[in-house]
């Protein structure tokens, strides 16, 4: 009888390859085959782009298409499919590794992956290898404290105009994720609550082109790049 | 003239040497002398006991000193005569590395060593290398999504009774650190909202010994140990 193959979700970290960790360098060269997420056939995949300065993936990728869409049907379907491909080979004993930027279980499709996975296959066996948060890279890169001592944080993905003003007034620190598209409310509020000048922009970190924006008034709504997030603090900001 | 050396803050991740990331590998190797935080003369530092395995630091270790206390003035002491140690090394132009387990900008002693230094030093040339935070570390040791999609994350060190319930409201996904010394209003708090099987605590994350906790109520509020944290999620749970 084959035993099944393992899954290892690991994060490669958000865009500098030397934030790999040593554990995902040992299981990306251990694997039988790489999973790398692309939005389509020929756009290059960023998680790929870091992970290839270090790893000979010659002859071990399996490429996995996600469509850039909010539409739940069709982003339902990309996930079933990649499962089905995926776990093929984990029941042919095969080792897969699916590649993720930042940290597998925060706001990434390997946990969809995992989920469609876990419907196709009884005791899937799966290891999750973290890594470094955009948030991590971005507050290393200003050298500013996310939280601390007493501090608590709030990370948004998606505000709400009901909860934001809450959210500020009970959270010293605040980091919004998925900017652009968020960004609107947020520039309002900071404005209402003379925080503007406790606010930074981050965009690209780690890679090619990496901004970092004290003065949100030098920037328009919609010139905020895909990969940005900002951070609000009202303490030390050293 | 003496060119300053160069001040690096190293992450080394909350337990597993396997979890450092090639950057601070290379940094460790590079600088003249590591910092070491230690709690006493003959504490085990475990900072320490994460790059000991990879790295070869003989002849190159600072011990630092920094007391298990909440007095803050014995604290700003410490701080401050650790700055100054340092001082001296990178006047005489050494590079430093102060390393920290988890993430060196979130809750992390490296803050406050960077606020004692930049009073000291004009222009300190300094970088932080990010690990990986105990938080990615215990999603990841469980296979829990921390948040996807439009979920928000609420990331607690001391939970205040008049806004807990709030942010149990406004957030779908809380983590709670330092719970040895927040466990006690959490747990009240879970199981008048019926949340207490939607919530999981892990302890030493990989370390020996390391432990998740379902069944809250097998576990009395002076037996959590002090690296421990607790998820709780209203959402998916894998």
């Given at each position: 009888m084959?035993?099944q193959?393992?899954?290892?979700?690991?994060?490669v970290?958000?865009?500098d390859?030397?934030?790999?960790?040593l554990k995902?360098?040992?299981?990306?060269?251990?694997?039988d085959?790489i999973?790398?997420?692309?939005?389509g056939?020929?756009?290059?995949?960023?998680?790929?782009?870091?992970?290839s300065?270090?790893?000979?993936?010659?002859?071990?990728?399996?490429?996995l298409?996600?469509?850039?869409?909010?539409?739940?049907?069709d982003?339902?379907?990309?996930w079933?499919?990649?499962?089905?491909?995926?776990?093929k080979?984990l029941?042919?004993?095969?080792?897969?590794a699916?590649?993720?930027?930042?940290?597998?279980l925060?706001?990434?499709?390997?946990?969809?992956?995992l989920?469609?996975?876990?419907?196709?296959?009884?005791?899937l066996?799966?290891?999750t290898?973290p890594g470094?948060?955009?948030?991590?890279?971005?507050?290393a890169?200003?050298n500013?404290?996310l939280a601390?001592?007493d501090?608590?944080?709030?990370?948004l993905s998606?505000v709400?105009?009901?909860e934001?003003e809450?959210i500020?007034?009970?959270?010293?620190?605040?980091v919004?994720?998925?900017?652009?598209?968020?960004?609107?409310?947020?520039?309002?509020?900071?404005?209402?609550?003379?925080?503007?000048?406790n606010?930074?922009i981050?965009?690209?970190?780690?890679?090619?082109?990496?901004?970092h924006i004290?003065?949100?008034?030098?920037?328009?709504?919609?010139?905020?790049?895909?990969?940005?997030?900002?951070?609000?603090?009202?303490?030390?900001?050293?």
């Amino acid at each position: 009888m084959i035993v099944q193959g393992k899954l290892y979700g690991v994060g490669v970290g958000p865009g500098d390859p030397e934030l790999l960790t040593l554990k995902a360098v040992k299981v990306l060269k251990q694997v039988d085959y790489i999973c790398v997420p692309q939005t389509g056939k020929d756009k290059e995949s960023l998680a790929f782009s870091i992970i290839s300065k270090e790893i000979d993936c010659a002859g071990r990728i399996i490429k996995l298409y996600f469509p850039m869409t909010y539409k739940q049907p069709d982003l339902n379907q990309a996930w079933d499919k990649a499962a089905i491909k995926m776990s093929k080979e984990l029941k042919k004993g095969k080792d897969l590794a699916f590649i993720t930027i930042g940290d597998p279980l925060l706001y990434s499709t390997y946990i969809y992956i995992l989920n469609s996975l876990n419907k196709l296959l009884v005791n899937l066996r799966v290891e999750t290898v973290p890594g470094i948060s955009s948030i991590n890279a971005c507050t290393a890169s200003c050298n500013l404290p996310l939280a601390e001592n007493d501090e608590n944080i709030a990370l948004l993905s998606k505000v709400d105009e009901n909860e934001l003003e809450d959210i500020f007034n009970i959270f010293d620190n605040v980091v919004v994720m998925k900017l652009s598209r968020n960004y609107q409310q947020v520039y309002e509020l900071l404005e209402r609550m003379e925080l503007k000048d406790n606010a930074v922009i981050i965009s690209r970190c780690g890679l090619e082109r990496e901004i970092h924006i004290r003065d949100l008034d030098s920037l328009k709504v919609d010139e905020i790049e895909y990969l940005s997030l900002l951070i609000s603090k009202q303490g030390n900001c050293l």
